[in-house]
């Protein structure tokens, strides 16, 4: 699709009620994902090309990660630098709750002029999200009270139920690499768990995953040892979305068979929804004893299933052998960055190029995201700066 | 006042000779002082109408925390960002004394393409505004050695004598609250004491509100608890302000009597002074023993006045009941952030949304700050600023 | 020299063709090292004049601070921030050394929309600059298999071999001290080691100065006590270079013999090459209990050679007794910093402004390395960057 054509499609939606927060694709309009499938690739189009699309001649995006990140970050700054804003990280003391009139007052203190914030807070379960509603809460109250001038966008940049930007960008990528979003109608994806030497991996990724691509006619299955499930509501609702979309939902306990046949794998590791619950109880009471432990079985019981690992042979398995692999990477590369892992030296390094892409796009997914959210009259502002052709060196 | 009010009323003021610092508010003119605050509600009004006041293409603002601090971090973040400028922050080692050739070295390394630096350092009384001069002289020497090729201004966010930015801040809120300068003259605040089950809370917010509302027409009290005293020498001058404003300055020891008839109370902890000063002495000798046996004495002082908290009761005794309630935040809220602390719940939610927007025009006041201090010939610049009608969003 | 001249001259090399790194200056060619001063030395004097040379519109400049650094930090974000660039910084586990996918990997993702990258990389003896090495193949693989939109300036901010922006800074001081390149041919420079309580001070600097002075048609001495020499390859290649410009190298173990009739003086300590392999060694096998012993050793060995120190003594020994003092900062200055060092408080003190100004070039050189670096055509940007006078405040 050319550039153009990217350029009316968007300019058709009518962008003006998307609301300010993008927290997870579940609850967005299919016109929101669209726009905002289209707008990224229009941005990273345009940055390709040396234009840019930058909208805002000040303005802060804040930063708060509650939990380590390298490329979600960079990621971030990427797409706050692209649209004119500086980044502001908000360094509250990492993996700590916070409630109540803390999370208002702060929220407000630090936004007087900021139009972004991207909030990563993944460690524990059930609060992730539930803290970013929170900020939402007191975002809304601070705006009506006109303590803020302005109502910041805020983006999920991974919670402990969706890690939408992640995946938005692999949605991007399968756009990309399948000529369209029509050609992915029937295509076969499988979500599978893979074996990793480390524990405590975020749910949020296989999570953002099913409950994205069920929604675009695909036919998604779900792949993990017994006892390696989701969170119940996200796999219940991804079943719903399959059966509207024309695409189908399956969960099965062999790789094997999510990889037959398969268009797209998505091999990659995750701790059990059970023990996740654990882990956060025991997070909760600060019981350190108790969380050696839990890691301890975690761990055995990861060592059951190394046999979960991406080779050349699974990959014999998948449509043609030529199946895509997919990876929100860091990957665990069994021989390089451990001895055993989700996936062999070989495929990774066949596909490395792929993954890096895939990753490419989540840059302009942000930039899209708080593009959307922020402006108040979208279509206007983004009929301007696609064709004001301001160059970004000059 | 309307905007275009406000915007003559600054250009009739001569901005030339304002200095590159602005380190205390008792050392500035009326003018200057009047400028800062008529050009921050310039600003805060472009703000909120989407206009930008960007003055610079590029440059950058040094920040200088030697505590800890998130909103006057954000708040400068704000303002360096809104003017153009690009924060850097230098993290030296915190809570540590520097002087001489390090300080003067340091100074001008940091700041050959420097717009703005701003400081707080309040731990150690005697330190941190003796700090600030160090840098402002080291400055002054590189700027004539041209070693600089511009004086950056030089912003005090807080000191052990003064917090200039708040109580600048603190002045806009009560501008706004009581409709324009001149409603100022004559109303009684409460600068007072409150419980805290901290220690060791600086001076600087007291001292600053004294500092600059005595001189503004305003009856100021001062209440606290025998023995709560702050420095001498800030409290003379508060006295000899009020007689050449026209407004008064008492000190008394009570609560009750501060907040009878008021129209403004400030109910805030602090260390005493005597206090903070043996401190300083154990925190530069490094005696822990001696420090916690410090913080334990002030702690049992402090609990003997618990009854020092601005509840719905107190509240009944200012002006019809209806006082202005002021606090820098955060506050130590009864039921909330501590068990008994400086504010009841209900008072403090009932002017949650004030204290919000007190400290929403924090960002503005380091703005006008930076402006007017760096600026060769403010008047045309702001002319030009003011009058370009360039939008932030665009 | 005018400005205007340095334009034209600057304008009349052909700009195109110096490759994306700026790693060491022995293998840039004479025409990138002169083009890279002129454009340091035009940006300089722009800035002196109020204009901007911004060249990016919005971009990010990576900084990787494997050692801590204030100086270069701030040098990098002013040059950043001049040209357009938000800092963002890449926050690595310290001093660790990393191989292969994660080095590949982790360059790609932080640059998706990076114009520069800098480096610093300076503990490990024959890492820093193999490290910089890796993630400049990295970065052209990435762009080669349009990971990457851009291939990002890659800058040397100082490793175990080289410190070219500081040498590069020093030359400019040297051009502005005695009037102009060509006044540099025949004087004497003596680079030599001093004498300082610390231990493990990194070679570069001193090899970054041979290096490139001696191409200069200067007249270098290099001296330290027995066993204190640099990587044996650098002082080849010195000797080699000296040949070939006209100017001569010689190493010498005695201070007073180089200061002898010298016209620059750059007395800075270092630790021994044998000492720095041996330190790397134990580094790497993380062996305490050698490391400290070594550095037990080296003091030891140090602290016989106390009288290696600047003073106003051996000054007299330089040409006329009037050599121009340099270094790096900070300088070990006896009874200001230490009890015994690197120079007399009474020679700093004289030559501290120089010394200043010495490193005021530093942003400029960074600024200049980067423009030449990325700009695909820089003569034709260049050309309009000074030619529109665009002020950097309006």
């Not at 350029?7 to 609301?19: A, P, T, Y």
């Not at 398969?262 to 108790?290: C, H, I, Q």
């Amino acid at each position: 699709m050319t550039l153009q054509k990217r350029v009316n499609e968007l300019l058709e939606i009518n962008l003006d009620n998307f609301g300010s927060d993008f927290l997870l694709t579940s609850e967005k309009s299919a016109a929101h994902i669209e726009a905002t499938l289209l707008l990224a690739e229009i941005f990273s189009e345009m940055h390709a090309r040396g234009k840019s699309f930058r909208i805002f001649d000040t303005g802060l995006a804040i930063s708060i990660f509650r939990d380590n990140s390298t490329r979600t970050r960079f990621s971030f700054a990427s797409a706050a630098n692209a649209l004119g804003l500086a980044v502001s990280d908000f360094d509250e003391q990492k993996s700590q709750i916070a409630y109540g009139e803390t999370v208002r007052e702060t929220a407000n203190m630090i936004s007087f002029m900021a139009d972004a914030v991207g909030i990563r807070d993944d460690i524990f379960l059930g609060e992730g999200n539930r803290y970013m509603r929170e900020v939402s809460a007191a975002l809304d109250l601070g705006y009506s009270e006109r303590t803020l001038h302005q109502r910041p966008a805020l983006v999920n940049l991974q919670c402990d139920i969706d890690h939408p930007t992640q995946s938005m960008a692999d949605l991007l990528k399968l756009r990309d690499f399948f000529g369209g979003a029509t050609n992915l109608r029937g295509k076969k994806l499988a979500m599978t768990w893979a074996y990793s030497p480390s524990y405590g991996k975020p749910l949020s990724v296989p999570q953002g995953i099913i409950s994205l691509m069920t929604r675009m006619g695909i036919d998604v299955v779900l792949a993990h040892p017994e006892g390696y499930g989701l969170i119940p509501e996200v796999t219940a609702l991804a079943s719903r979305q399959a059966e509207e979309s024309g695409g189908s939902f399956a969960v099965v306990n062999s790789m094997d068979e999510a990889f037959n046949n398969a268009d797209v794998v998505y091999p990659k590791s995750w701790a059990p929804f059970a023990v996740m619950e654990e882990r956060t109880r025991l997070l909760k009471t600060g019981n350190n004893a108790k969380l050696k432990n839990l890691e301890r079985q975690c761990l055995a019981s990861n060592a059951k299933f190394t046999d979960w690992e991406c080779t050349m042979e699974k990959m014999r398995l998948t449509k043609n052998g030529k199946a895509l692999y997919m990876h929100c990477l860091p990957a665990d590369i069994s021989g390089v960055s451990c001895e055993k892992g989700e996936v062999s030296a070989e495929i990774f390094e066949k596909y490395r190029a792929h993954t890096y892409s895939e990753a490419g796009f989540k840059p302009f997914v942000i930039a899209s995201m708080i593009a959307l959210c922020r402006l108040e009259n979208p279509n206007k502002f983004l009929y301007k700066i696609i064709n004001r052709h301001k160059k970004r060196i000059e």
